[in-house]
């Protein structure tokens, strides 16, 4: 008998830490979210070179881009 995937989804409304662990090579999400009605903190924890593979040469240029003009309205 085969099993249903579950899924999770939760709402970060407070994405506080971004992270890159120079030792591990992974990149951290921290974020508060409510699971069940109770408040929660969630951390995912991603190996960097996975994410990079899962995001497009383009999609990085666009966050570049994005950052760059963040940092000119500071």
């Given at each position: 008998?085969?099993?249903?995937?579950?899924q999770?989804?939760?709402?970060?409304y407070?994405?506080?830490?971004?992270?890159?662990?120079?030792t591990d090579q992974d990149i951290l999400l921290v974020g508060n979210s409510?699971?069940?009605g109770e408040p929660i903190e969630l951390m995912v924890v991603l190996k960097d070179i996975d994410f990079l593979?899962?995001?497009?040469?383009h999609e990085i240029n666009r966050i570049k881009e994005n950052l760059k003009k963040?940092?000119?309205?500071?």
């Open positions: 008998m085969k099993q249903k995937e579950k999770l989804a939760l709402n970060l407070d994405l506080h830490t971004v992270a890159l662990n120079e409510y699971h069940n593979e899962f995001i497009s040469h963040r940092i000119d309205e500071l």
